[in-house]
T-cell receptor
Framework: QKEVEQDPGPLSVPEGAIVSLNCTYS??????FMWYRQYSRKGPELLMY????GNKEDGRFTAQVDKSSKYISLFIRDSQPSDSATYLC???????????FGRGTSLIVHP | DADVTQTPRNRITKTGKRIMLECSQT?????MYWYRQDPGLGLRLIYY???????NKGEISDGYSVSRQAQAKFSLSLESAIPNQTALYFC??????????????FGPGTRLTVL
């Protein structure tokens, strides 16, 4: 079992839908939780990060961490075709600052 | 101008050839990384370097070597390329002083095909 599990999708939704992307993990030492967005033929870019548990909101994006369940989520409200990309979760902690990445979920938002 | 650049962007080579992928950064970051990305497998760490004199193996270093020529340059070599090294390769940087999460900044990638 990988340390970080993420469903690769693809996830296809209509424009305007609420999107939920999720990752589970097994290492209880993880404290930093990140979401990267990767457009086709580009490198990943950091979208959001959260320290420890709780929620963080940035515009249409909300990141949620539930450490008791070892489960993190990224919600996208009012999804747009421009949100179509691969979303990778990443986590670090326990003395290591090198993140462990999930496999990425491919999201397609169709008009 | 891009902060993290990779050359070449695309490369097709033959089995057994030696190939070098180069990464340069203008961000002034001390930490540099090489990853490969394969469909369904996500990003896997090959090597990383925390400063010019520091080189560390990652998850999948077999068949690869690296050189940190300067703070801004980190090269990845395949001494004798094989077809299962066909993948998308990313260089990334981070700043030791950035603190939270060790945010990584990725280059645009090199698409390598080994025939």
């Amino acid at each position: 079992q990988k340390e970080v599990e993420q469903d690769p999708g693809p996830l296809s939704v209509p424009e305007g839908a609420i999107v939920s992307l999720n990752c589970t993990y097994s290492n209880s030492a993880f404290q930093y939780f990140m979401w990267y967005r990767q457009y086709s033929r580009k490198g990943p870019e950091l979208l959001m990060y959260t320290y420890s548990s709780g929620n963080k909101e940035d515009g249409r994006f909300t990141a949620q961490v539930d450490k008791s369940s070892k489960y993190i989520s990224l919600f996208i409200r009012d999804s747009q075709p421009s949100d179509s990309a691969t979303y990778l979760c990443a986590m670090s902690g326990g003395g290591s600052y090198i993140p462990t990445f999930g496999r990425g979920t491919s999201l397609i938002v169709h008009p | 101008d891009a902060d993290v650049t990779q050359t070449p962007r695309n490369r097709i080579t033959k089995t057994g050839k030696r190939i070098m992928l180069e990464c340069s950064q203008t961000k002034g970051h001390d930490r540099m990384y090489w990853y490969r990305q394969d469909p369904g497998l996500g990003l896997r760490l090959i090597y990383y370097s925390f400063d010019v004199k520091d080189i560390n193996k990652g998850e999948i270093s077999d068949g690869y070597s690296v050189s940190r020529q300067a703070q801004a340059k980190f090269s990845l070599s395949l001494e004798s390329a094989i077809p299962n090294q066909t993948a998308l390769y990313f260089c990334a940087t981070s700043d030791m002083s950035s603190g939270v999460g060790n945010e990584q900044f990725f280059g645009p990638g090199t698409r390598l095909t080994v025939l």
